[in-house]
């Protein structure tokens, strides 16, 4: 059952996402904007170019130049100056979309909140109806333990069929009823894969906790943003960030225990580098054009995060 209480949803587990939420969630997504970046792909769509040529969106006037076309003269502009100006438009362009969600089993983890997955899931959803509300394609990859994703892409199309494509999938994910034993970290051969799948010019979302960004990834992804814009919505929880001293801890994946001694320092220091390390490459890539890091906890409202900067009004 899903409360709605002061406009907000509440989700009605934190261990597990239910369809109806993920569905709910095309309300608050109505209101988020994914208009980081200029579109780059060749179809005809509802975003504005960089490109300048015959369109249906006005750009501005400015003065005629030999082998402007004379359908574009501003007669006004001309009449009143003195001097022959001519209009320019942008074409309007679309931007598919290529959604990749992060469902190894480091992501069924939380201390508060709830598991970094149904955040991850959360978001995704709310990213995928937003692109719907937009009118563009939305295609869909789940990568896990395996490296190159349990799930077939799929590729980016219109409609609503495409979001329960992906809602499907994640609920259907074996990992919600049991982890693997063994996980591929690297994030490598999932990006490779999805730039086989993703056409040139699209809007890549990559929705993880950003475990196994190493150099050969942040290249990567460094060579994707030639192609692409990115928006990765990097997921923690707040023990990643910083391991408290509360003694002994244990830590258990539903089928092996762990014990973790919070007291030692060292201990503490080599747990938060582990963090620092994968965020400081996502705060490098942030500085290129065309990539936007959003941050979101596990004890964050997934909704309220994305619209402070996706927000249609901010």
């Known amino acids: 059952m899903i409360a709605i209480q002061e406009n907000k949803l509440q989700r009605p587990s934190p261990i597990i996402p239910e369809l109806s939420y993920l569905i709910h969630l095309q309300r608050p997504a109505a209101g988020l904007h994914l208009r980081e970046g200029y579109p780059r792909a060749?179809?005809?769509?509802?975003?504005?170019s960089r490109f300048q040529g015959?369109?249906?969106e006005f750009d501005e006037v400015r003065p005629y130049q030999a082998g402007d076309d004379i359908r574009g003269m501003d007669w006004r502009v001309t009449a009143r100056t003195g001097k022959p100006h001519t209009k320019?438009?942008?074409?309007e362009r679309e931007r598919p979309a290529m959604l990749l969600l992060d469902m190894r089993p480091a992501m069924f983890f939380?201390?508060?909140?709830?598991l970094k997955s149904v955040v991850a899931a959360e978001c995704a959803s709310l990213l995928a109806w937003s692109i719907l509300?937009?009118?563009?394609?939305?295609?869909?990859?789940?990568f896990d333990a395996s490296g190159d994703g349990a799930m077939r892409p799929a590729r980016p199309v219109r409609g609503k069929r495409a979001v329960m494509r992906m809602l499907g999938n994640v609920l259907a994910h074996p990992y919600w009823q049991q982890r693997p034993t063994a996980a591929c970290d690297s994030l490598l051969g999932t990006l490779q894969r999805a730039d086989h799948v993703t056409p040139a010019g699209s809007l890549m979302m990559l929705v993880s906790d950003g475990r196994g960004l190493d150099d050969a990834s942040e290249a990567m992804l460094m060579r994707l943003l030639a192609h692409h814009s990115i928006l990765f919505v990097f997921i923690y929880d707040a023990f990643e960030r910083e391991m408290g001293d509360a003694g002994m801890l244990y830590a258990s994946d539903g089928t092996a225990m762990q014990q973790i001694d919070s007291s030692k320092s060292a201990q503490r220091s080599q747990h938060a580098a582990r963090f620092h390390q994968r965020r400081a490459v996502l705060k490098r890539l942030e500085q290129r054009p065309g990539f936007v890091l959003i941050e979101c906890a596990t004890d964050d409202d997934p909704a309220a995060v994305l619209a402070r900067r996706l927000g249609r009004g901010r």
């Open 133 to 142: 509300h937009q009118g563009d394609r939305v295609g869909s990859m789940i």
């Open 110 to 114: 939380a201390t508060r909140g709830a």
């Open 42 to 48: 060749r179809m005809a769509g509802a975003h504005l």
């Open 54 to 56: 015959r369109g249906i």
């Open 88 to 91: 320019l438009f942008r074409e």
